[in-house]
């Protein structure tokens, strides 16, 4: 798993901040969307550098906290080791330093905070605890609680660190430069220089950058970046070429319709970072809880200072100061704040075993919540690579199979290929005479045979008799005639991946619907749909088609997770709950806008990761109760003069280790 190669802002006010969580809003293509946003927070140990260097750049960016640490373990050996008494001045000056490097950036942040009305924060607590300690002479007691502390926060960083893939900028892949010819002479101009009504040459191999008109007579675009379909379309002329597409084998000219900024690809990409700032952030338990709780927590530390002073006699002020400062340390949720990432911390981890990337440890709360999965049809429930599925001949099938075969290896079009390729190891003979019909299919000469091979329309074309029944199914059918007479077709889809089925009944036991989205014809659509068992599902889909249709399923209070693998899916996975990719063929636009990546690309995994989603949520909450049962027994010790600060220190660590432990058992589950 990547680590995030962005510097780190997390910080502690997920657990005491009264200030609740913002979304980053996308800006431009450096949009990244998947952070997590339980710890969106401005409040930085340093440059963690959590790239390659990963946990280790944690640890050096952290110095000064093992030189405070050194300084204090250097003074506790000289004072209750050696019993060295050193002289006030000295003792004093080395607890100073080692505060100051342990602290400084809490005690920065505290003022900071407090300046613009925020009091009631995890720094200000720790702040006027540790304050409290040195106004009472206890030094080493303040450095403490403030290095432990600080640790404690440690082993968050590198618990959300490690819960973060890298999420770079969100690909632009949109042309850098465009060819248009002007007085009939090709200029290569960026793509906003483009005018309305301007013709465009775009290449065998090159990227369409504008909207517009065919002007030559054909051409075979890839259109799976708009359409997420791996079937090459045929575009004539006078129809439209969108931006996007990509010319397979030939160069064409298209008559520009719109503006660059007004392309369809354009579109998508702005819908990407629209949609990503529509998701809402979510909160964990503890950061809704502390609005009540930090402020409860300063309120009860001054009565236990102050209020004793109304009965108890020979009342010392600094006796219950202690009591108080105590009572501020044991309430601070040092122990929660790493119990919590912790917890999810594991769970990323069993997912990352289980072949599921997780960018966030909030995607794994949300992916619990979830009650339907829409899911793309193409390279996410099937395999995206055509395939001859089925044969059907009148003559002996390995001559027909040979012969069409011959013919089809004249063309570069994936469905011709799939035609080769069921040819296996037959000797091909050279095709002769070949001529490609646009938008039929070929016509030529194979073993002195005069061969017709592609769709129906080819075989009407030359008034040549076919079955009727050839007209009702869906797939993609390559016809064969031979010397003039119909000889059988070859019938062409998309395969089912194997575990697909199984995926769509595991989310049902799960309580969770299925619903297939594709930009697949509907009734190929449709038809994968019943052999998976889904119920509902929408065929010949753009990609605004897909959000509209997720947006109303939003409305009506569904909790939407989309699983998706092209371009034309980003927008979608961006709206979503949870948005989940199919890492392995899928594009790089989808894998950076997602959630939740797949990497092997089984649909299965997506019932998987509802399960570990649970797990990890069920083990956080044994942490929570365990840490908030722990803490309120010794804050009730510490106002009764029974607990030191060293204790609620050690109370607090020994919290924070069990719940490590607890954490650790994420990693045994079996699913």
């Not at 640890?59 to 003074?75: C, D, G, N, Q």
């Not at 342990?102 to 925020?118: E, M």
């Not at 000889?487 to 889809?493: N, R």
């Amino acid at each position: 798993m990547k680590l995030d190669e962005n510097t780190s802002a997390h910080t502690h006010d997920d657990c005491c901040s009264t200030k609740p969580d913002e979304h980053s809003k996308p800006n431009g293509h450096n949009h990244n969307h998947a952070h997590d946003h339980s710890h969106d927070h401005d409040h930085d140990h340093g440059d963690h550098s959590h790239g390659t260097e990963g946990d280790a750049g944690i640890l050096k960016s952290r110095w000064m906290l093992w030189l405070s640490l050194a300084i204090l373990a250097v003074f506790l050996t000289l004072t209750h080791i050696a019993k060295i008494e050193l002289p006030r001045a000295v003792e004093i000056s080395m607890m100073l330093v080692a505060y100051v490097l342990a602290g400084n950036k809490t005690v920065a942040l505290a003022f900071r905070k407090a300046s613009r009305g925020d009091f009631f924060n995890e720094f200000t607590l720790m702040t006027i605890a540790t304050f409290g300690a040195f106004y009472i002479g206890e030094f080493s007691e303040g450095v403490a609680v403030m290095i432990f502390y600080e640790i404690g926060e440690l082993f968050q960083d590198i618990a959300v660190s490690r819960s973060k893939r890298s999420i770079k900028a969100l690909l632009d892949i949109r042309p850098d430069t465009v060819t248009v010819l002007r007085d009939e002479k090709p200029l290569q101009v960026t793509p906003d220089e483009v005018r309305i009504g301007e013709k465009i040459l775009v290449k065998a191999g090159e990227k369409v950058a504008l909207d517009g008109e065919m002007v030559s007579e054909s051409g075979i675009f890839n259109t799976a970046a708009l359409t997420g379909e791996p079937k090459p379309q045929i575009i004539e002329k006078g129809q439209k070429a969108l931006a996007g597409m990509i010319s397979i084998e030939k160069s064409v000219e298209i008559e520009v319709k719109a503006l660059f900024k007004d392309s369809k690809l354009s579109r998508i990409l702005e819908m990407v970072q629209e949609a990503s700032a529509r998701k809402a952030p979510t909160q964990l338990l503890i950061s809704r809880l502390a609005r009540v709780y930090t402020p409860a927590v300063f309120l009860l530390a001054l009565l236990i200072v102050v209020v004793p002073a109304l009965f108890v006699a020979n009342y010392n002020f600094d006796q219950w100061l202690y009591r108080g400062m105590v009572f501020l340390v044991i309430a601070c949720p040092c122990a929660l704040t790493i119990s919590i990432p912790l917890g999810y911390f594991g769970g990323i981890g069993l997912a990352s075993r289980n072949g599921i990337l997780v960018k966030g440890a909030n995607f794994l709360d949300v992916i619990t919540k979830i009650d339907t999965v829409v899911s793309d049809k193409t390279g996410t429930l099937t395999k995206g690579v055509f395939k001859v599925q089925k044969i059907e001949t009148s003559i002996a099938k390995d001559d027909f199979v040979r012969i069409a075969a011959s013919l089809e290896s004249y063309s570069t079009h994936p469905v011709a290929k799939a035609v080769v390729a069921a040819a296996e190891s037959a000797a091909l003979t050279k095709p002769l005479d070949v001529e490609e019909i646009a938008g039929h299919g070929l016509k030529g000469t194979v073993e002195g045979k005069a061969v017709l091979a592609g769709n129906t329309k080819l075989l009407d074309k030359h008034l040549i008799k076919y079955p009727a029944g050839l007209a009702s199914l869906v797939e993609t059918l390559v016809v064969v005639a031979i010397d003039n007479s119909y000889a059988g077709y070859f019938l062409i889809a998309d395969e089912i991946k194997e575990d697909a089925a199984t995926a769509v009944a595991e989310l049902k036991t799960l309580g969770i619907s299925t619903i297939m989205l594709s930009g697949d014809k509907e009734a190929v659509v449709g038809k994968v749909a019943g052999e998976l068992g889904i119920t509902q599902s929408y065929g010949g889909l753009l990609p605004e088609d897909k959000v509209r249709i997720v947006q109303e399923l939003k409305d009506q209070g569904k909790r939407i997770a989309f699983a998706g693998d092209g371009v034309n899916d980003a927008p979608v996975i961006a709206l979503a709950d949870a948005g989940i990719a199919m890492g392995a063929l899928g594009s790089d636009a989808t894998i950076e806008t997602a959630d939740i990546v797949i990497q092997n690309d089984q649909p299965s995994r997506i019932a998987a990761a509802v399960k570990i989603g649970k797990i990890t949520k069920s083990v956080v909450y044994q942490n929570i109760s365990l840490a908030m049962g722990v803490k309120i027994a010794v804050m009730v010790l510490g106002a009764g003069g029974v607990a030191t600060l060293w204790e609620a220190v050690f109370a607090d660590v020994g919290v924070a280790l069990l719940a490590i432990l607890n954490a650790y058992r994420i990693q045994g589950k079996k699913l």
